[in-house]
């Protein structure tokens, strides 16, 4: 496996990665949609890992970005920005600072997601090995053809 192929496979793999942290109940995941704000509030970084912000609407971060550009090694932190999401993640049962009574079952999103990574680089590393073929495939046909045209 070439250098610039196990590079694409990091990235898939982080990138699906992400995409299980915040897969919906309602498409077969662990992650609670009400508002979609935590949802959108999961960030990722190559410097460290996303604060957690106490306030706040959250859009949808361009996360493909940040992941593409790291560099093979390189640590991409995700992190959920949502003040709420340690408790919906890990549950929690009694009274908040603010005075709030809470009896709730962790969804566990990020664990869940976590223990699958094994699963998600080898389905990364199916998703490029498809792509590296199709295009080998498309450029010989593509050379035929040319090949073709020329000997008319």
Do not use: C
């Not at 959108?40 to 957690?52: G, H, T």
């Not at 593409?68 to 408790?87: D, K, M, P």
């Amino acid at each position: 496996m070439t250098e610039q192929r196990i590079e694409a496979v990091f990235h898939v793999s982080v990138q699906m990665l992400e995409q299980e942290m915040k897969k919906p109940t309602a498409q077969g995941g662990n992650m609670p949609v009400v508002s979609g704000n935590l949802y959108r509030s999961l960030l990722a970084s190559r410097d460290v890992m996303p604060s957690i912000k106490s306030d706040g609407v959250f859009t949808e971060p361009n996360n493909t970005l940040t992941i593409s550009g790291a560099e093979l090694g390189q640590t991409i932190y995700l992190g959920f920005q949502a003040i709420y999401a340690r408790r919906v993640n890990y549950g929690f049962t009694g009274t908040d600072s603010l005075g709030r009574t809470y009896n709730q079952t962790g969804r566990n999103f990020v664990g869940l997601a976590a223990q699958r990574w094994q699963q998600i680089v080898a389905e990364a590393n199916f998703q490029v090995q498809k792509t590296v073929q199709s295009r080998q495939a498309g450029g010989v046909r593509g050379t035929v053809a040319r090949q073709g045209r020329n000997a008319r």
